[in-house]
């Protein structure tokens, strides 16, 4: 097999990736080792930034979003009963848009099915080989049938745990890591959201996290030890957690009901540096995660795309490789901006084991700060809705 570029990856990145290149004219080849159905089983973020929407909406898929998605105009920060409500149009002239990532994944799928690219699912032990040359090549096992494929160039968006990164050799790149010491309990249920915005709640039992995926899909979250298991957290015990976190005008007025999907996702911040190594670019999560708390994980994956998409097509069509000489700093230049405002994020709503009292009264202080400075408001609204690519 031959194309143009090889996507190793088929989540979001991979297919954003795929879909602009093809539109161009770029060809390309998606190797994911899930099946479809597991790809679109993920449950993920769903708060996408302006450049995220004009970037779907470029790429054809912006439609359904459209239709369908909620458009945010401000978010609530809390400490205990004080809220803090951050109006991203006031202050920003624009606004985030709530939809899901399972929906995004699943409108990319249609749309590459309507233009024919090629996806393959279930692709097992792929390796890139001669990356750092002229003439990489990708090979992997497809249903027992081992295969190379050539191409111009490899884009790895197959995560964390992925090939791509890991081709790097460990003497060309660094790695900047800070693992927090506590997780997500993520629960999704079919009732109506708490509140009509977001709200990031500090409490003195710790963080949560009141989100929606529509007017009658939730998603909360609140804050575990990573020791915690799943089984230990009945329906019931988080229900009452969540409501002792929220304000209590909202925990007490809360529609409740059975989880249909539950999780304890770790967080971290990670940073991988640089993002090519001679024709392999990573891109998204195979490159760099960041705690949930800031909503940056996908927008993140995306604005690496916006960086890359252009170059390739440069490259391939043109011969013209000043955008993809470019690529890591560009796209690195953004994603530390990212990874700060999540730190600080994460930082300002959640409380750290064996830490003191002047932790606590830092994280009131800085939510009273936020309640009385329009400046402030503004800095944590800019970096919410995103900064420009």
């Not at 233009?115 to 249903?143: C, F, N, R």
């Not at 790149?173 to 009732?191: C, D, H």
């Not at 994020?345 to 994280?363: C, I, N, P, V, Y």
Request: with cysteine; net charge negative.
């Amino acid at each position: 097999m031959k194309t143009d570029v090889a996507i190793i990856g088929g989540g979001p990145s991979g297919l954003l990736l795929s879909q602009l290149l093809n539109k161009a004219g770029v060809a390309t080849v998606v190797l994911e080792r899930a099946t479809r159905d597991r790809v679109l089983s993920r449950i993920r973020a769903g708060v996408l930034e302006a450049g995220t929407v004009q970037m779907l909406r470029e790429a054809g898929v912006g439609d359904r979003l459209d239709r369908e998605g909620h458009p945010h105009e401000g978010c609530f920060l809390t400490d205990d009963d004080l809220m803090v409500r951050i109006n991203f149009k006031e202050l920003t002239g624009t606004s985030v848009m709530v939809y899901g990532q399972t929906e995004v994944t699943t409108d990319l799928y249609a749309a590459q099915d309507a233009m024919g690219a090629t996806i393959l699912h279930g692709v097992e032990d792929v390796v890139i080989q001669d990356a750092d040359s002229t003439a990489p090549y990708v090979e992997y096992t497809l249903d027992g049938v081992r295969t190379r494929l050539d191409c111009a160039y490899v884009a790895g968006c197959d995560g964390f745990h992925g090939v791509s990164r890991k081709t790097i050799p460990e003497d060309k790149r660094r790695e900047f890591e800070r693992v927090y010491p506590f997780g997500w309990l993520g629960v999704l249920s079919r009732t109506k959201p708490a509140h009509e915005e977001l709200i990031y709640a500090n409490s003195s039992n710790g963080f949560a996290l009141a989100s929606m995926r529509s007017d009658t899909l939730s998603r909360y979250y609140v804050q575990v030890p990573l020791t915690d298991k799943l089984e230990e957290w009945s329906d019931e015990r988080f229900w009452t957690m969540l409501k002792t976190c929220l304000p209590s005008d909202v925990g007490g007025n809360m529609e409740t009901g059975p989880s249909i999907e539950k999780s304890i996702a770790p967080l971290r911040s990670f940073v991988s540096e640089p993002l090519r190594w001679g024709r392999l670019f990573l891109v998204g999560d195979s490159a760099h995660i960041v705690p949930p708390t800031g909503a940056k994980g996908l927008n993140l994956a995306v604005s690496d795309v916006h960086y890359l998409y252009q170059a390739l097509i440069d490259a391939v069509k043109k011969g013209d490789t000043a955008g993809i000489d470019t690529y890591s700093d560009r796209a690195l230049m953004r994603i530390w901006k990212a990874m700060r405002f999540s730190w600080q994020m994460t930082t300002m709503l959640h409380r750290f084991d064996g830490e003191d009292s002047f932790a606590s009264q830092m994280r009131k202080s800085t939510l009273r700060h936020l309640s009385q400075s329009e400046t402030a408001r503004r800095d944590l609204a800019e970096n919410y809705i995103g900064l420009p690519f």
